[in-house]
């Protein structure tokens, strides 16, 4: 976890007060239950919805030089790049989001969108064991305790899909 900036500080007595505020008002009013459960109801969703957009725009991370090199031994493959903290404040811990997309080429480049299949059908396809997915997603830890200004390289080595015939990646980097 990434350590508390004054934004979350300032989150949290904001918070305080609206409780302190709510609990006098529920006492002094004929539905306390009611009234207090409504305040607690309405500060959990403040939170809620501020809490990641402080972290958000507080927290930047930025992903660069990748690479990407395939071991065709060991059906791996090996995304290399640098994450750096471009923000104001330390980061605890940055994860990459790394998708895995095949890409047909040759003689099925011109498929139809009806061969290809689509997001809701991949719900239901889970039981077949003729199906295989187009979209690989997974999450590796990069980097901990970035300081502001400061980088590290990172490597992920992932198993590539055997029914792939050509990947692409994307990598995102997120702040836990």
């Avoid at 790049?81 to 471009?86: A, D, I, K, M, P």
């Avoid at 095949?102 to 059908?121: D, L, M, R, V, W």
């Avoid at 830890?141 to 490597?155: D, H, M």
Wanted: no cysteine; hydrophobic share 45%; proline share 4%.
């Amino acid at each position: 976890m990434s350590p508390l900036t004054s934004w979350h500080y300032l989150l949290i007595v904001i918070s305080l007060v609206l409780f302190v505020a709510g609990t006098v008002l529920a006492l002094r009013s004929r539905s306390k239950f009611s009234i207090f459960l409504t305040v607690i109801l309405v500060i959990v969703f403040f939170v809620a919805m501020l809490w990641p957009l402080i972290n958000e725009s507080v927290y930047k991370v930025q992903i660069s030089n990748l690479s990407d090199e395939r071991f065709y031994q060991s059906e791996q493959i090996l995304i290399k790049g640098t994450v750096r903290n471009v923000g104001n404040h330390p980061v605890g811990q940055v994860s990459a989001v790394l998708k895995l997309s095949n890409i047909k080429g040759g003689a099925h480049a011109k498929a139809t969108q009806f061969s290809e299949p689509s997001a809701f059908e991949q719900l239901f396809q889970d039981d077949d064991p003729e199906f295989k997915r187009q979209n690989v997603f997974s999450r590796h830890v990069i980097a901990e305790s970035l300081n502001p200004g400061a980088s590290k390289t990172f490597r992920i080595l992932v198993d590539y899909p055997s029914h792939f015939e050509k990947a692409t990646f994307e990598v995102e980097a997120q702040v836990d």
